[in-house]
């Protein structure tokens, strides 16, 4: 079974940063779109980043100027730098990789466990 081990993480105060991580071992890491969702607590999953193999990145407009993603494809990984941190961005944080392997459309897609970051004082 195809695992995303994800790190990082935890408590941080309002204002504060935190990065977390995802490395997607024994696969074509450098082909993949990959992401991170975040689920807030009681709320759905959504979207907060996406980088593209080709490494152009789009942000959730709620996270835009204060959250940046990078991908390292020499160590198959993909950050999430956090930064001005605010109660609302509390949730649990799973990292995406998502690669259409065929001109037919097919896909592949794996999700990490999930990594929790909580923002409060």
């Known amino acids: 079974q195809v695992q995303l081990l994800e790190s990082g993480g935890g408590l941080v105060q309002p204002g504060g940063s935190l990065n977390v991580s995802c490395v997607l071992p024994?696969?074509?890491?450098?082909?993949?779109?990959m992401g991170w969702y975040r689920q807030p607590p009681g709320k759905q999953r959504e979207l907060v980043a996406l980088?593209?193999?080709?490494?152009?990145?789009t942000y959730a407009d709620s996270v835009k100027a204060r959250f940046t993603i990078s991908r390292d494809n020499a160590k198959n990984m993909v950050n999430l730098q956090m930064t001005s941190l605010k109660p609302e961005d509390t949730a649990v944080y799973y990292c995406?990789?998502?690669?259409?392997?065929?001109?037919?459309?097919?896909?592949?897609?794996?999700w990490g466990q999930g990594t929790p970051v909580t923002v409060s004082s």
């Open positions: 995406n990789a998502y690669l259409v392997v065929n001109v037919e459309g097919a896909t592949v897609e794996y």
């Open positions: 024994g696969r074509p890491f450098s082909r993949m779109r």
């Open positions: 980088i593209t193999s080709g490494g152009s990145a």
